[in-house]
């Protein structure tokens, strides 16, 4: 199986900050990665597929890069509404596997 | 587009539990279909996929021979058929729409399944 790790599990930050998270995996997966955000009680929303292509209405503070192995999303000023967990997966091979999370925090 | 899962319940170790999953406001016979799950304070895990016209399906280890994914194109519905449920299914299962390569795109807003004695 094709484990993907994240880091950090977690991450204090300000409104304001640019945030980057780390999405490494044990194997090659080319382009095929995607990002989602995680909030309590809701439904997971996906930011980024291929690794870096924005979702549909997603704001342009998102964005990701990588290839390979070793992927970045990135939050160029965070926001009130970007206080969330954020997961990679990868859609390469089966088992489908997404990393551990990263939750984002108020500082 | 709409996702809603529908289900969930308590039940004891060894029961069952059958998940549903009501599609609209797409046409549900075109696309791949998942269900995901999350642990109460664990991450995602990703349970199993359906193709469109049901002919391959895809589960992960722990589940093979327990879990079965279904869809009826018809009703435009998708279920996910749990037998010797375990303490460690205890998790919000999410059904979702499966784009492949590409990821889920929409989600449900998940049904709980609780499995302890």
């Known amino acids: 199986d094709i484990q993907m790790t994240q880091s950090p599990s977690t991450l204090s930050a300000s409104v304001g900050d640019r945030v980057t998270i780390t999405c490494r995996a044990t194997?090659?997966?080319?382009?095929?990665l995607a990002w989602y955000q995680h909030k309590p009680g809701k439904a997971p929303k996906r930011l980024i597929f291929?690794?870096?292509n924005l979702e549909s209405g997603v704001p342009s503070r998102f964005s990701g890069s990588g290839s390979g192995t070793e992927f970045t999303l990135t939050i160029s000023s965070l926001q009130p509404d970007d206080f969330a967990t954020y997961y990679c997966?990868?859609?390469?091979?089966?088992?489908?596997?997404f990393g551990g999370g990263t939750k984002v925090e108020m500082k | 587009v709409q996702l809603v899962d529908s289900g969930g319940g308590s039940v004891q170790p060894g029961g069952s539990l059958r998940l549903s999953c009501a599609a609209s406001?797409?046409?549900?016979?075109?696309?791949?279909m998942s269900w995901v799950r999350q642990a109460p304070g664990k991450g995602l895990e990703w349970v199993a996929n359906?193709?469109?016209?049901?002919?391959?399906?895809y589960y992960v280890d722990s589940v093979k021979g327990r879990f079965t994914i279904s869809r009826d194109n018809a009703e435009n519905s998708l279920f996910l058929q749990m037998n010797s449920l375990r303490d460690e299914d205890t998790a919000t299962y999410f059904c979702?729409?499966?784009?492949?390569?590409?990821?889920?795109?929409?989600w449900g807003q998940g049904t709980l399944v609780t499995v302890s004695s």
């Open positions: 979702a729409r499966d784009l492949k390569q590409i990821g889920f795109d929409s």
């Open positions: 406001g797409f046409t549900f016979s075109t696309y791949w």
């Open positions: 359906i193709k469109q016209d049901g002919s391959e399906k």
């Open positions: 194997q090659t997966i080319s382009i095929w």
């Open positions: 291929k690794a870096s």
């Open positions: 997966q990868q859609c390469d091979t089966y088992p489908l596997t």
